[in-house]
T-cell receptor, first 111, second 115 residues
Framework: TQLLEQSPQFLSIQEGENLTVYCNSSSVFSSLQWYRQEPGEGPVLLVTVVTGGEVKKLKRLTFQFGDARKDSSLHITAAQPGDTGLYLCAGDPSNTGKLIFGQGTTLQVKP | NAGVTQTPKFRVLKTGQSMTLLCAQD?????MYWYRQDPGMGLRLIHY???????AKGEVPDGYNVSRLKKQNFLLGLESAAPSQTSVYFCASSYWGRRPQETQYFGPGTRLLVL
């Protein structure tokens, strides 16, 4: 059983379209993180959301933490081919430094 | 700074062979981690270390051993490789693992194929 469920698992869109990726759990997290991973490389942290209801923006990327701190979303506006990659949400349910990752969302943005 | 480095980048093993994966970080981080990544399963924690000389089990520790003799190095060993251990292995480090906002820095990965 995956503690963090991401949807969709695969997304193929045209350049300029908008998209949203979801990360859901039945457990409460003190914070959730979003990482992006490009082929052949390790994940790189994009953002950490800490407060329920928090919204953070990173250029065209908007991250939201659910009010109950059980879910998060990543919205990309006007996607570009450079956004292509694997997006992973992660959280530490026990606050011991051990991250649990969602299964990932593979995004392909076609020019 | 090189960040987190991993050696080797790619390896092919036969069932039953042993090998050691090396992870090194030059950021003076206390916490180090070994993950494996399989299609459709995200990253799963194998073992981790909260400081020099310490190790602890993660989510999927069976078939692996680790050692942290020096603060900057974290070794992952496979004593008798099995085809189920075919995967991409990532090492990561963080300065202090218990803060919710802590960033984990990942290496480039080691691709392992067990025949």
């Amino acid at each position: 059983t995956q503690l963090l469920e991401q949807s969709p698992q695969f997304l193929s869109i045209q350049e300029g379209e908008n998209l949203t990726v979801y990360c859901n759990s039945s457990s409460v997290f003190s914070s959730l993180q979003w990482y992006r991973q490009e082929p052949g490389e390790g994940p790189v942290l994009l953002v950490t959301v800490v407060t329920g209801g928090e919204v953070k923006k990173l250029k065209r990327l908007t991250f939201q933490f659910g009010d109950a701190r059980k879910d998060s979303s990543l919205h990309i506006t006007a996607a570009q081919p450079g956004d292509t990659g694997l997006y992973l949400c992660a959280g530490d349910p026990s606050n011991t430094g051990k991250l649990i990752f969602g299964q990932g969302t593979t995004l392909q943005v076609k020019p | 700074n090189a960040g987190v480095t991993q050696t080797p980048k790619f390896r092919v093993l036969k069932t039953g062979q042993s090998m050691t994966l090396l992870c090194a970080q030059d950021m003076n981080h206390e916490y180090m981690y070994w993950y494996r990544q399989d299609p459709g399963m995200g990253l799963r924690l194998i073992h981790y270390s909260v400081g020099e000389g310490t190790t602890a089990k993660g989510e999927v520790p069976d078939g692996y051993n680790v050692s942290r003799l020096k603060k900057q190095n974290f070794l992952l060993g496979l004593e008798s490789a099995a085809p189920s251990q075919t995967s991409v292995y990532f090492c990561a480090s963080s300065y202090w693992g218990r803060r919710p906002q802590e960033t984990q820095y990942f290496g480039p990965g080691t691709r392992l194929l067990v025949l």
